[in-house]
């Protein structure tokens, strides 16, 4: 049961959203910047899945069931891991997951930033740049990293519900990847 009084029927952070349109668009911008504008960042190397893949990535290691779920869905969408078992084998054990070695090296700054932004290091960052990391790719993996730690609270402060049902979040997925993040009610079905 939600903490305050959303509309009902809106799961995880759309709840929130509705609530609060006036935070709701900054925040879409916010995470339409950082996951879908690849193409405002030509020094970017890193995909729309891929930059999916850090925030349900990080999602997954501060335990936020919808951020998880969703983002899953969409990097998931992105890369066609019609199955998820790539998006299952990052978040189990990136590491050995069939992932670049830069992708790699960039979730590890990722996971570091989750415990707190000090715990990034150079070696890690030096590590990024070996495997063809560019300093946007470092910067935005740091950023999408620190935002979802936020979003990751934002959803879990206010104990907001998310489904279950994982066709939901993939129909989630394709409206997100045709039309990017809002808060309007055609984006997801009522669960």
């Known amino acids: 049961m939600p903490h305050i009084d959303f509309v009902p029927g809106l799961p995880g952070i759309r709840g929130p959203m509705a609530f609060s349109p006036e935070t709701a ?4 911008d916010l995470v339409n910047v950082l996951l879908r504008s690849n ?5 970017s190397t890193l ?3 891929e930059r999916e893949l850090i925030g349900t990535y990080v ?10 779920t969703i983002h899953g869905a969409v990097a998931s969408h992105h890369l066609g891991d019609t199955d998820w078992s790539l998006i299952q084998s990052v ?4 590491i050995h997951a069939d992932i670049s070695e830069k992708l790699k090296a960039l979730l590890t700054i990722a996971g570091s930033v989750q415990q707190g932004g000090k715990h990034v290091t150079t070696d890690q960052i030096d590590k990024a740049r070996a495997e063809g990391a560019t ?5 935005d993996t740091i950023l999408i990293a620190a935002a979802f730690c936020m979003f990751n ?3 879990d402060g206010l104990d907001t519900r998310a489904p279950e ?6 129909y989630r997925a394709q409206k997100v990847a045709e039309y990017g993040y809002t808060h309007e009610d055609h984006y997801m079905p009522p669960a």
């Open 165 to 170: 049902n994982p066709e939901l979040y993939r």
């Open 135 to 139: 300093d946007r790719d470092i910067h």
């Open 47 to 49: 995909s729309e899945g």
């Open 59 to 68: 999602s997954s290691r501060n335990d936020c069931f919808f951020c998880q």
């Open 25 to 28: 668009r900054p925040l879409n």
């Open 39 to 43: 193409a405002t960042h030509p020094d």
């Open 91 to 94: 978040k189990q054990d990136y």
């Open 153 to 155: 609270r934002y959803v």
